[in-house]
């Protein structure tokens, strides 16, 4: 059975060891700095705001969804968003790549950004993230430049929910 909830305390280390594990793989940004299990615990603990997919108890991705915090707003992002939420730190568990959990969670968390009153979402994707760009794009997701952040080149992605809200 597939079950999406947020994420507990008690998910941090489990959650962590998938992150890592991912460190590497193709088009992953990801690296020893990044993220932390401090980064983990924070977003469970103090945000609120990361979910967690588990099916028959295994939790098999996991998803950041909250208040877009960079320091900067690209100026590429559309300007008439005046609530945008973020999504991040998408991870799956390997051996469960390229079976649609990414894209059921994903779908969840665009219910979810409309439940908490978003009018837009962005993210970031790594230049190299093919496989995340194209299933951003299914679900509606559109790139709308690129820039370097945290000394990384990224595509931005934003996803405008206001239609959805009315």
């Known amino acids: 059975m597939i079950e999406i ?6 998910d941090a280390d489990e959650i962590y060891a998938i992150y890592e594990s991912l ?22 603990v103090e945000r609120d705001s990361l979910y967690k ?6 939790i098999v991705a996991v998803a950041y969804l909250g208040e877009f915090e960079e320091r900067e707003v690209p100026e590429c992002f559309d300007k008439s968003v005046k609530r ?22 994903l779908k969840f968390l ?24 194209s299933l951003y794009e299914k679900i509606g997701f559109k790139r709308c ?11 931005f992605y934003e996803l405008k929910l206001k239609e959805v809200l009315k």
């Open 5 to 10: 909830t947020k994420a507990l305390p008690c």
């Open 23 to 44: 460190k590497g793989s193709p088009g992953c940004t990801w690296d020893d700095e990044y993220p932390t299990l401090e980064f983990v615990r924070h977003d469970i």
């Open 53 to 58: 997919l588990t099916e028959d108890g295994v």
């Open 84 to 105: 945008r939420g973020e999504i991040s730190r998408v991870g799956v568990r390997r051996g469960y790549h390229r079976k649609g959990y990414a894209e059921k969670l």
């Open 110 to 133: 665009l219910d979810e950004a409309v439940n908490l009153r978003y009018d837009g979402l962005a993210l970031l994707v790594g230049t190299e993230n093919f496989g995340a760009m």
């Open 145 to 155: 430049g690129e820039g370097v952040m945290y000394e990384t080149h990224w595509f």
